[in-house]
């Protein structure tokens, strides 16, 4: 019985080994630089990006400010922030959640915040004012409505995501 053996020949063996040697270097450099690109995008999918808010039996036909926290993930910096939004539920139903950060200078909007103008989201810093949908008023500072959050309900539960800036009025 003769067993054949095979033969690697000196140069074989070498080209193999830095072959591989090299593809290992090459996926090790390559991967973190990969990961850090996406991964952001992956963590904020994995969190959907929405966060429950509030009962949608709790909103009325006032605006009422809710306050949450949602995971901040800076490169490799995690913290809480909070969020805010104006909520309340319109005659026919719609649900309104408008950002609280007046588009002038980024000051916070109070609904009914000055007496002189009812039923108007006022900003204290230069009187800005917008109407009940946010919609700012014209003669006034801010040059745009006020952001109007990504929202979807589920069970019951308001979710908000994102605040999304609008066109001027
Ligand atoms: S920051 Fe709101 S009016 Fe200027």
């Known amino acids: 019985m003769s067993e054949k053996k095979k033969q690697v020949s000196r140069r074989q063996f070498l080209n193999y080994t830095l072959t591989g040697v090299g593809g290992f270097m090459a996926a090790g450099m390559l991967a973190p630089m990969v990961r850090f690109a996406i991964d952001p995008v ?3 999918r994995e969190r959907g990006g929405f966060s429950a808010v509030v009962d949608v039996d709790e909103l009325t036909n006032e605006p009422q400010r809710f306050d949450w926290q949602i995971d ?22 719609t649900i309104m ?30 009187g800005g004012r917008y109407t009940k949908e946010g919609v ?21 539960t308001l979710f908000l995501g994102k605040a999304i800036p609008r066109e001027g009025a």
Do not use: M
Not at 99 to 125: A, E, K, M, R
Not at 136 to 156: D, S
């Open 42 to 44: 992956l963590q904020t």
């Open 72 to 93: 901040q993930v800076d490169a490799w910096y995690e913290s809480k922030v909070t969020r805010s939004a104006w909520v309340y539920k319109k005659e026919d139903g």
């Open 97 to 126: 959640a408008l950002s609280p950060i007046c588009t002038h200078l980024g000051c916070v909007v109070s609904w009914q915040g000055n007496d002189d103008y009812p039923d108007q989201f006022y900003c204290p810093c230069h």
């Open 136 to 156: 700012n008023i014209p003669n006034t500072p801010p040059p745009a409505p006020l952001a109007l959050y990504e929202q979807k309900e589920e069970e019951g």
